[in-house]
């Protein structure tokens, strides 16, 4: 079995901190992925990766930063916590093969207030 | 661009009842596939069933099934003999063939009651 987890499953920071997010598969998947997720709005993809190094932007990258130097570890890092950014955090994972429907795995969150 | 349309913010159904879930999607490709994940309380998200958009046939797993309308553009999520542990938030997904972003829907919380 796939396993995906995430370093918090809650986490308590402070206006203007420096927070870091870390994702860790144990499946050798190449793309790995960062959502936050809000009431109302579903899941909204953050940043992405297909492989050490390399990342690409989602649809909300803005107050976000990611970081790949391994490849089963995927870190999010919010490089000035605002108020704004509190929400749940999800890791996803899946193997990368042309053509073909391969689920995503997720890890079980982290919940991230910004006070 | 796609887009994901779950109408039903909530919904609840009394065990071993069926529910259905509805989701629309918005494409103009005609290469894509269908989820819908499963998210229950404090627990991780889980792919509950897919659907390949070339395929007629609409996708089966135990008591999960799907309506797959692909002129309508409409992906339902049936749920026979509902029972307690399918309380959860259910997301319908879609992506795009050869490409790795699945853009998700805002979810249906489904409430199953004794």
């Known amino acids: 079995d796939v396993k995906v987890t995430q370093s918090s499953r809650y986490l308590v920071k402070r206006t203007g901190e420096k927070v870091f997010l870390e994702c860790v598969q144990d499946?050798?998947?190449?793309?790995m992925f960062w959502y936050r997720q809000d009431p109302g709005l579903g899941l909204r993809l953050i940043y992405f990766?297909?492989?050490?190094?390399?990342?690409e932007k989602g649809d909300i990258p803005e107050g976000y930063s990611v970081s790949r130097e391994k490849k089963e570890r995927f870190s999010l890092i919010l490089e000035s916590a605002s108020t704004n950014q509190t929400s749940m955090y999800l890791c996803?994972?899946?193997?990368?093969?042309?053509?073909?429907?391969?689920?995503?795995?997720f890890g079980p969150g982290t919940r991230l207030t910004v006070l | 661009a796609q887009t994901v349309t779950q109408s039903q913010p909530e919904m609840s159904v009394q065990e071993a009842e069926t529910v259905t879930l509805s989701c629309t999607y918005d494409?103009?490709?005609?290469?894509?596939?269908l989820f819908w994940y499963k998210q229950p309380p404090s627990r991780q998200m889980i792919l509950v069933i897919r659907?390949?958009?070339?395929?007629?046939q609409n996708a089966t797993e135990n008591r999960f099934s799907v309506n797959f309308q692909k002129a309508a553009k409409s992906f339902s999520l049936k749920i026979s003999d509902s029972q307690l542990g399918d309380t959860a938030m259910y997301f319908c997904?879609?992506?795009?063939?050869?490409?790795?972003?699945?853009?998700f829907g805002t979810g249906t919380r489904l409430q199953v009651f004794p």
């Open positions: 996803a994972t899946h193997y990368m093969t042309s053509g073909t429907y391969n689920e995503q795995f």
């Open positions: 499946m050798d998947h190449e793309n």
């Open positions: 990766s297909y492989d050490v190094k390399m990342k």
């Open positions: 494409t103009s490709e005609s290469n894509y596939y």
């Open positions: 659907q390949e958009a070339y395929k007629q």
């Open positions: 997904a879609f992506k795009v063939y050869n490409t790795d972003k699945l853009i």
